[in-house]
């Protein structure tokens, strides 16, 4: 989200599950480093009880009605957190955060749902563990200054973990540069 610098939130797995992801090969000391504007508390377990071993194929069906019809990525409450490990990753080009519930918290103080929307264009299963998306993001950010966030496209890639089958990362990577999330978040909009 092109506005999440404002809740970047750096942290280890200390307080969770630890969940690596491929791509990270850092063993940091447990510490926790968070914006000030935007706190996001300790990992807190939320949601109904998780839904192990739920199946590729319906779990990328979940994923799909989540953000085709939920708008999950810019809507909390349509998030299906019982497919969510507790201790989840979340990384973009802005932001690395560890903890479910930090996430949806960030995600409550990002877009104003009512003038945002998410397009799904593809979803798929890459291989037994891991599930792509392709999707595009615009928007307004809940920020008194009003900024616009215009079109941009997104991958995410979800990795799960083949011992209960939960989501234990979720990475997207943008058509936009961090550097270009950032100025259109502190880009005032009439």
Known sequence: MASSALLTQKASASSSSSSSSPSSS??????????????????????????????????KNILATAIRDGQYFINPGAMPLDVFDDGCRFK??????????????ALGVLFDPARSSVTLDSIRVSNPNQIVATWRQEGYLKLPWNP????????????????SGLITMQEHKWSISAFEALRETFTPHA
């Open 26 to 59: 850092s063993s940091s000391s447990p510490r926790s480093i968070g914006f000030p504007l935007a706190p996001l508390g300790d990992i807190k377990r939320i949601g109904a009880e998780k839904r192990n071993h739920v199946g590729v194929e319906e779990l």
């Open 92 to 105: 973009d080009p802005t932001t690395d955060v560890v903890g479910l519930s930090r996430y949806v918290k």
């Open 148 to 163: 616009y966030v215009p079109p941009y496209e997104s991958q995410t890639t979800w990795t799960l973990d083949p011992s």
